[in-house]
């Protein structure tokens, strides 16, 4: 099939003015978001502020509409937004970016208001939204000093009470971009609102549970902290939270980034923040490179070593593997990895063994793997092992042929009628790969003339298979 040229700016000005403005205009008519866009535009010609008069009647009428949007006109109201935040950061950004935040902070406050208009369980809204956010701190960057310093009593006034978490988010964006002393008394301010809002509220609703502000404002100082390098703040703020929800990770590693490595190893080995499914005992890997590399920067090698090896033991990580082969040398790495090689083959879970050789990789490893326990693999691990046999039917096909059997046997056993396109497929792979596997099979496996007698008299009443097959 011919590529289809690439559009190019050059190319267009080939056309010519006329023809531009005339496809420009039968556009416009068809897409109300291009519209605006090139209103936008034109407006552009005449001045910044212009431009941001048609913004604004944009903005009301967004903050006034309050009907619900059918689900079939979704799709175009994401668009007509993401049209609105482009005009903002392309046309007025360009020109006046202090003029385009103070419309994206207006913007972004919308959000509550929007979702309740609108069914967003695509996310396309949502990543207008993000769009918007993103733009705001790119545009800080671009802000003197004098209009920075206005920038976090303008976040405060338009999302300050916002409870969906964009506030949050904008901080984060905007706070690297922002002068210290306007970081120093955003920060004084937001310490100032948590204790009076606190107080407020063990006063107005002592026992009742109700939503505070002052989690996302407490958030907001630990980012603020971030960008002006007070870790001693950063760390004070996340003491006060409970145990389950610390952050113990990111904490250490900026300790350990800071040179405060036995700060930093009491961090990495508190009880705080899991992943899903991880326990205080459990030797994440992420936890585990961690914690071995502040145990160098403490000068125990050999704990650190210790660590990593009982972190493969029980996790079979290859980046933990590769951590602790890299602090060997030529030598030992070489006899080290071939012990790693051994345990997953004889003493790990074969499950997370074939992960760990796949990962490494080592294919001639991982076939060998397949064939030592060939009726180990669960052929309802759809999403996984045909990838993988189809890795390896080229150069290991007996380890492919347990994998597609194990497959089909599967899909037939569970009926699994959707899927018998695929099992067809399969089947037509094993007749393949028969002529390599059938003389090497050595009591592992039956032949295939002998496997495909036994799916035919065990499953002799599925047509919609054999109907595939023939």
Known sequence: MARKPALTTDKLKD????????????????????RRQVKAALAGKSGPEAIAKLIDRRLSGLARAKSFIEWDKARAFADDLRSLTNTLTSELGAAAPGLAIDRLLRFIATHEQVFERVDDSSGRIQDVYYQAITATGDLAQSLATPEADLLPDKIMTALGESTHGYLVEVTEVVAPHLPQSGLARWNADLKDAITERRAEEAVGNPDGWFYSMTSQWAAMRQTIAKARGDLDLLIALETKKQPRMQDTLGIAAQLLEAGRSAEALDWVRKPGQRAFGETDSDLSPARVSLEASILEATGDKPAAQALRWRCFEAKLSAVILGDYLRQLS????????????????????????LQFLLDWPRLDLAANLIAMHPYRWNGGDWHILPKVAALLEHDYPLAATILYRALLDDMLDRARSKAYGHGAKYLEKLALLAEETDPTCSGKLVDHTTYLARLKKAHPRKSGFWTRVD
Do not use: M, Y
């Open 15 to 34: 056309l010519g003015a006329d023809k531009l403005a005339q496809l420009v205009l039968e556009e416009a008519e068809r897409n109300a978001g291009f």
């Open 330 to 353: 030529d030598f030992e790495d070489v006899e080290a990895e071939d012990r790693a090689h051994a345990f997953a083959l004889e003493k790990a879970e074969p499950e997370l063994a």
